[in-house]
């Protein structure tokens, strides 16, 4: 919720790429700037994880061993992802406008 509120203002809660996707389904945004914002998603969730890694002193990049492959985990993930969508959707209804008066200015004059 922090983070929704914190960093809705800059980027319309754009922190994940399935928020990008109920968006694009709901018609706030096109094709092309969807695609663009879950590449820059990805790519900063690998910047992201290397960095954690090199602050660990561990490998930059490494595969897990730890199988994540359970059913009450997707589950769990689908439940989370989706309270999140949710809370964004209310608390920025249009998402898409916040992002664009941050991205690009509109003329205040």
């Not at 790429?17 to 096109?30: H, I, K, Q, S, Y």
């Not at 998603?41 to 960095?51: A, D, E, L, R, T």
């Not at 490998?59 to 993930?77: G, M, Q, Y």
Request: aromatic share 6%.
């Amino acid at each position: 919720m922090a983070l929704i509120l914190a960093l809705g203002p800059a980027s319309g809660a754009h922190c994940n790429p399935a928020v990008t996707l109920a968006d694009r389904t709901f018609g706030g945004m096109d094709t092309p700037t969807a695609i663009s914002y879950i590449v820059a998603q990805v790519s900063g969730g690998i910047v992201g994880v290397v960095g954690a890694n090199l602050m660990f002193d561990l490998n930059a990049l490494d595969w897990s061993t730890k199988n994540r492959a359970h059913a009450h985990l997707v589950f769990a993930e689908g439940i989370a992802t989706g309270v999140a969508v949710l809370l964004i959707r209310v608390i920025y209804p249009d998402i898409s406008d916040v992002a664009d008066q941050v991205i690009v200015p509109h003329d205040q004059g």
